[in-house]
């Protein structure tokens, strides 16, 4: 298992560092990384063939937010540059048919694991109108209601497999207000109550202690082969 840590000088560095990740589980060897994306918002596939999607990265670049358009996962999703995660898990894969189930089972099991250590309770789905919705979410009752913490998506190839996601760590009011706009300019539904952190829900507002948590649980009991800073 080969580990990454930090982030690269740019963006569009940062994604060609993740997708090395896949080349890596292609000739044999699991990768992960859990790192601090750089401000942004990353739109998805989806969002792309909307009405609204220029618009949308006009008003995201407008407050701050560079948008991109990411290889994985469903609608759009904000990283505040300091406290949103990133995680990404890549293996080898020999028939891309199968196994795209047990691949999500064993990352959403890595996360509850995690978040368990942190002092966090999480639960399986989402609340109604939840940010870039799936099947493969993790949430957090607080006294505010049930919100979303954790999102999960996963890319296939014929050689490898890349199982990434976000975890909103800190920093709520600031991801609400653009991902209430953004959304509001694609004309995708969003509760904003739906969005959550692990601060608010009483965890660490700290990302460090719960970037090494994440990195822990995904990597489980594999031997490390090497750990690089990218």
């Known amino acids: 298992m080969r580990v990454f840590r930090s982030r690269a000088a740019s963006i569009v560095a940062d994604r060609d560092v993740s997708r090395r990740l896949l080349s890596i589980a292609a000739d044999g060897e699991p990768a992960v990384r859990v790192w601090t994306p750089h401000r942004q918002i990353a739109f998805g596939r989806r969002d792309a063939r909307l009405e609204g999607y220029e618009y949308a990265r006009t008003v995201a670049d407008e407050r701050g937010f560079p948008p991109i358009e990411r290889d994985v996962g469903g609608r759009a999703v904000a990283y505040d540059g300091a406290t949103t995660l990133a995680f990404a898990r890549a293996e ?99 509760e904003p109550a739906s969005v959550g952190t692990i601060a608010a829900a009483g965890g660490p507002t700290d990302p460090g202690p719960v970037r090494a948590a994440i990195e822990d649980a995904l990597v489980g009991d594999a031997a490390i082969s090497a750990i690089e800073s990218v």
């Open 92 to 190: 080898p894969v020999t028939d891309g048919r199968t196994g795209t189930t047990a691949r999500y089972e064993r990352t959403t099991a890595a996360l509850e694991r995690a978040l368990r250590t942190l002092g966090l309770e999480p639960s399986h789905g989402e609340p109604a109108d939840s940010f870039c919705p799936g099947t493969h979410s993790l949430s957090v009752n607080t006294r505010a209601g049930e919100r979303k913490i954790v999102g999960i998506a996963q890319r296939v190839r014929s050689d490898a497999a890349l199982v990434a996601g976000i975890v909103l760590v800190a920093n709520r009011d600031d991801l609400v207000a653009v991902l209430e706009t953004v959304y509001g300019a694609l004309g995708v539904a969003l």
